[in-house]
């Protein structure tokens, strides 16, 4: 699976949208980019996933570059409750063995 | 639905005593998976079962045996706990390749004297 490059940390303020990047220039196509976050002391929530295309759900949105070297998750309008670290992943759809491989994560404080 | 359960939440063992962590879920999933998170770290996986009846080793096996007791309910075992061993331990479980995203357990926190 591709390695990702996330920042270390970021601060948002609450109700304005938060940007997360994410570089993963060695992903290879048949590789997707998953979102995870963790929110302190909870085990891990998926987020949102996409392949080449640009996704949205109710939680966030995912722009992935037409190169697909790099991403950045948005959470539109941010709360105090989506302080938490966030987890950029790459990796292949396996039908066996859905494997995760996490990184070191972005650690975003939402202020108010 | 309780999603993906773990019991104990909280432990503490001496150096040396066996313990087995459970996990259970209730959606049906065919995959689940152990992971360790050390302070500050991200996830690491231990063992994962990508269907029942079968187990593989994830990135930090040693020290660690796994069970896949039915469809619903994955154990992991400590024979010998170290303090290395030290971390929370999370429990996953997914359905690939309909719903590839794995849900988490609340964890287990685990500390070894």
């Known amino acids: 699976d591709a390695k990702t490059t996330q920042p270390t940390s970021m601060d948002c303020a609450e109700g304005r949208a938060a940007n997360l990047p994410c570089n993963h220039s060695?992903?290879?196509?048949?590789?997707?980019v998953y979102w995870y976050r963790q929110i302190h002391s909870q085990g891990p929530q998926y987020i949102i996933h996409?392949?080449?295309n640009n996704e949205t759900n109710e939680m966030a949105s995912l722009i992935i570059t037409e190169d697909r070297k790099s991403s950045t998750l948005i959470l539109p309008h941010a709360t105090l409750r989506d302080t938490a670290v966030y987890y950029c992943?790459?990796?292949?759809?396996?039908?066996?063995?859905?494997?995760?491989?996490f990184g070191g994560g972005t650690r975003v404080l939402v202020k108010p | 639905n309780a999603g993906v359960t773990q019991t104990p939440k909280f432990q503490v063992l001496k150096t040396g005593q066996s313990m087995t962590l459970q996990c259970a879920q209730d959606m049906n999933h065919n995959s689940m998976y152990w992971y360790r998170q050390d302070p500050g770290m991200g996830l690491r996986l231990i063992y994962y079962s990508a269907s029942e009846g079968t187990t593989d080793k994830g990135e930090v096996p040693n020290g660690y045996n796994v069970s896949r007791l039915n469809k619903r309910e994955f154990s992991l075992r400590l024979e010998s706990a170290a303090p290395s061993q030290t971390s929370v331990y999370f429990c996953?479980?997914?359905?690939?390749?309909?719903?590839?995203?794995?849900?988490f357990g609340p964890g287990t926190r685990l500390t070894v004297l």
């Open positions: 996953a479980s997914s359905e690939p390749p309909r719903r590839n995203e794995q849900f």
């Open positions: 060695t992903i290879s196509g048949n590789e997707y």
């Open positions: 996409g392949l080449k």
């Open positions: 992943i790459v990796r292949v759809d396996y039908a066996a063995g859905n494997k995760l491989t």
